[in-house]
């Protein structure tokens, strides 16, 4: 399944974004689907994922309360709304999905990187202070 990212680019601090991410994939609406993001000399960590049916959302700590994760099953997109941007979120963003169907969601521990795959190419963040 292919997945690609959009809605990257240059914002103040403060200001918000959106970002889109559409799959090919035809097992779409039974994956949970995440999204990650990495800045130079880091590793790729978590920021928010939604599962399958769209009921359950996870949010790293960092983001929560500025960052919204929403799917659309019958578009096959998921939908990452910024606001608030700070310039410790300038990254490449990524999108991923599950790589098993039915993927659960809990507050108790964050998604793993490992259990998600077919990432797209990333997008692009810049937050400038």
């Known amino acids: 399944a292919q997945i690609q990212e959009s809605g990257g680019g240059l914002v103040q601090a403060g200001g918000s974004l959106r970002l889109s991410c559409t799959s090919s994939s035809s097992t779409f609406s039974r994956v949970t689907m995440a999204w990650f993001r990495q800045a130079p000399g880091k590793e790729r960590e978590f920021v928010a994922a939604v599962t399958w049916g769209g009921t359950s959302t996870e949010y790293a700590h960092s983001v929560k309360g500025r960052f919204t994760i929403s799917r659309d099953n019958a578009k096959n997109m998921v939908v990452l709304q910024m606001t608030s941007l700070k310039p410790e979120d300038s990254a490449v963003y990524y999108c991923?999905?599950?790589?098993?169907?039915?993927?659960?969601?809990?507050?108790?521990?964050?998604?793993?990187?490992?259990?998600?795959?077919?990432w797209g190419q990333g997008t692009q963040v810049t937050v400038s202070s």
């Open positions: 991923a999905r599950s790589l098993r169907a039915f993927y659960p969601l809990n507050s108790a521990t964050l998604p793993r990187r490992i259990d998600f795959g077919s």
